[in-house]
């Protein structure tokens, strides 16, 4: 066992080690940076096998905080506001303040084009409210990632998670090459179907007229349905398609 003294990477005359909570509180907790710069001198000594794996793993999760008081506070104060105010926001649907399950209920089951195009925009408001603050964010985490000898707060963020960029972009290229034409295929249906169900054309096909305002979950418009899988045929389906429904059946029951 190998015991390494926090103080001695500490500065000042006192070599001061812990410190009082951001935001208040009481006791107090490590200062970061004489624990990251002991972490450092213990890599570079040289460590080996899991102890080794630990502190890198250690050193990624601190590496992006090892920035000066006032804007590593900046961000912290950005990030959460951001936060606060995603969570709390509420559109507005026919004088109503709504929020993001009505919309969702909205733009799964109501056939009225004009509500779902309300209750669609009604999704997007939000970013006029935080628009400033997220771009200063992102200019304040590249400049933070540039501080740190980054690129950009991407670049950071990858090599934190041990990421390799170039790989990743190929991934993903190779991912669209593979999918595109049978996701081309299966869109050109839910589009017809789409069509058909509002009674217009394809091309006259809207956000809105899509069951998720962000495109991410699966749309409700087959039978197959994802949060309730009680037809055996759905059940083999899912199963073949690597989906835990009992899993997910035991956790809609806890919620």
Known sequence: IRVVNLRDYAEGRH?????????????????????????????????????RRQLDLLRNLML??????????????????????????????????????????????SDDPAERREAWEASKTVGAEVASDVRELARLRNRAARALGYRDW?????ATDELDEQKLID???????VTAEP?????????????????????????????????????????ADLDAPDRLADREHLALLGVDVERRRAGRLRQ
């Open 64 to 109: 992006e905080h090892q920035l000066p008081d006032d804007l590593r506070a900046r961000i912290v104060e950005l990030e959460s506001s951001v936060d606060m105010r995603f969570s709390r926001h509420r559109g507005v649907v026919r004088g109503v303040e709504v929020g993001d399950t009505e919309i969702k209920r909205i733009l799964r089951r």
């Open 183 to 223: 996701f081309a295929r299966w869109k050109s249906a839910l589009d017809e179907r789409l069509a058909s169900r509002f009674g217009c054309a394809v091309s006259e096909l809207r956000p809105w007229h899509y069951a998720d305002p962000f495109f991410q979950e699966p749309p409700a418009v087959y039978d």
């Open 15 to 51: 070599r001061i080690t812990d410190d009082y909570q951001f935001g208040g509180g009481g006791g107090m907790v490590l200062k970061p940076e004489p624990l990251f710069a002991a972490v450092d001198a213990v890599l570079e000594a040289g460590s080996n096998g899991l102890v």
């Open 171 to 177: 991934t993903l290229a190779e991912a669209d090459r």
């Open 154 to 158: 991407f670049a950071l963020s990858l």
